[in-house]
Nanobody
Framework: QVQLVESGGGLVQPGGSLRLSCAASGFTLDYYALGWLRQAPGKEREGVACISSSDGSPYYADSVKGRFTISRDNAKNTVYLQMNSLKPEDTAVYYC????????????????WGQGTQVTVSS
């Protein structure tokens, strides 16, 4: 059974950090493009960061560039999102996703999704 399970969300003060994890089961992430997306209340889902399957190149939304880092650990079959200097506008449900498709990862449609983890940035 293919499954992605996120963890690491929570409540953090502005300027703080969190690391989200997404563990895969039922398939290996090695050859998949991986992404983190988020959805805030009343807003459309948006891509935050992704990592290409072909060369491992990361891509970031302008709103998180320089603050967030996506990484993968193929040995642990896990993808991470390190989030630093968090802002209230980063508050959202964060989802990890995977696709076997190749190409420019911000444009890919994802096949597998996690259940989401809530991140709340508030003082």
């Amino acid at each position: 059974q293919v499954q992605l399970v996120e963890s690491g969300g929570g409540l953090v003060q502005p300027g703080g950090s969190l690391r989200l994890s997404c563990a895969a089961s039922g398939f290996t992430l090695d050859y998949y493009a991986l992404g983190w997306l988020r959805q805030a209340p009343g807003k459309e889902r948006e891509g935050v960061a992704c990592i290409s399957s072909s060369d491992g190149s990361p891509y970031y939304a302008d709103s998180v560039k320089g603050r967030f880092t996506i990484s993968r650990d193929n040995a642990k079959n896990t993808v991470y999102l390190q989030m630093n200097s968090l802002k209230p506008e980063d508050t959202a449900v964060y989802y990890c996703a995977a696709t076997f498709s190749a190409g420019y990862c911000p444009s890919l449609r994802y096949d597998y999704w996690g259940q989401g983890t809530q991140v709340t940035v508030s003082s």
